[in-house]
């Protein structure tokens, strides 16, 4: 794929990186030009991620991160500005692993896992990033959200819900810093193959199978898809666009998971 420059100059603090959908979109938006902060509470993923963009040519930190501490969330932003000199782009993409389960199944300790990381971090991921956005003249805020926070899912309530939220979360703050000059959207990518959904299946062609008939496309997506939106929505390609979701789930909400409908 080849790469417009749309963000050169900017520099990016991307959450999650380590892992491979915010991975993705760190090596994309180094391939358009921005410097990036990959940060993800696997320090050694992160190093891994960041030594893959500077072999690659482009500028790239590692920082440990963990987003359910506030401590960690502000020395984060104070390293990335501190190594680049400014901050333009925030992307939420850490998100925490929780079991399956009902209400009565699950534990409080899985409900304020979910919260904290989910939902929390993205919160104080951007109480710290807004000021330096603002002092750069603005730039953009986005969170990845899920399909999964537009519909119910038996035994995901804590992701479901903490993702909805999240998305509601980004409205809010896209009405707040609109006058900062700073776009929040949230992108809500479906199914995507990664490692961690594929442990769900055991193989990648069982969760194809599985999968696939559930969306208008007949396949799961990829990080790289996901990775494209973003770049889409940090680049002034989107810059008429705040407060909204960016869905790409493969027709899977148009097509309700192939569910009939009555007359």
């Known amino acids: 794929m080849g790469a417009s420059h749309s963000l050169m100059g900017r520099v990016a603090l991307i959450t999650g990186a380590g892992g491979e959908i915010g991975g993705a979109i760190a090596r ?10 990959v940060a993800d509470v696997r ?15 482009g500028q ?6 963990d987003v359910a501490e506030e401590s960690s969330c ?52 951007s109480k710290y990033a807004v000021p ?4 750069a003249g603005g730039g953009t805020i986005i969170n990845i959200a899920s399909q999964l926070g537009q519909i119910g899912v038996p035994g995901r ?19 707040d810093h609109a006058e900062d000059n700073i776009r929040v959207n949230s992108l809500s990518p479906g199914a995507i193959d990664t490692e961690r959904s594929l442990r769900r ?17 007949k396949r799961t997506g990829t990080v790289d898809e996901i990775a494209a939106g973003a770049v889409f929505l940090a680049s002034d390609e989107s810059s008429f666009m705040t407060g909204a979701d960016l869905l790409i789930d493969g027709g ?3 097509f309700k998971g192939g569910a009939k409908t009555q007359a």
């Open 132 to 135: 330096h956005i603002r002092s």
């Open 74 to 125: 502000a020395e984060a932003v104070r390293a990335a500005t501190t190594h680049f000199g400014k901050l333009t782009s925030l992307v939420n993409v850490a998100a925490a692993v929780t079991p399956d389960g009902t209400v009565e199944t699950l534990t409080l300790a899985d409900w304020n896992k979910a919260l904290a990381v989910n939902l929390t971090g993205p919160w104080t991921m």
């Open 252 to 254: 899977y909400l148009a």
């Open 60 to 65: 790239a930190i590692a920082i440990h991160l």
């Open 157 to 175: 309530a804590p992701y479901s819900t903490t993702k909805a939220a999240l998305i509601q979360l980004t409205t809010c703050l896209a009405c």
């Open 201 to 217: 299946f055991g193989t990648r062609e069982i969760a194809n199978r599985t999968r696939g008939p559930l969306y208008l496309l």
């Open 43 to 57: 320090l050694e993923a992160a190093q891994a991620a960041a030594r893959a963009i500077t072999d690659a040519g």
């Open 28 to 37: 994309r938006f180094a391939q358009e030009g921005a410097a990036i902060a």
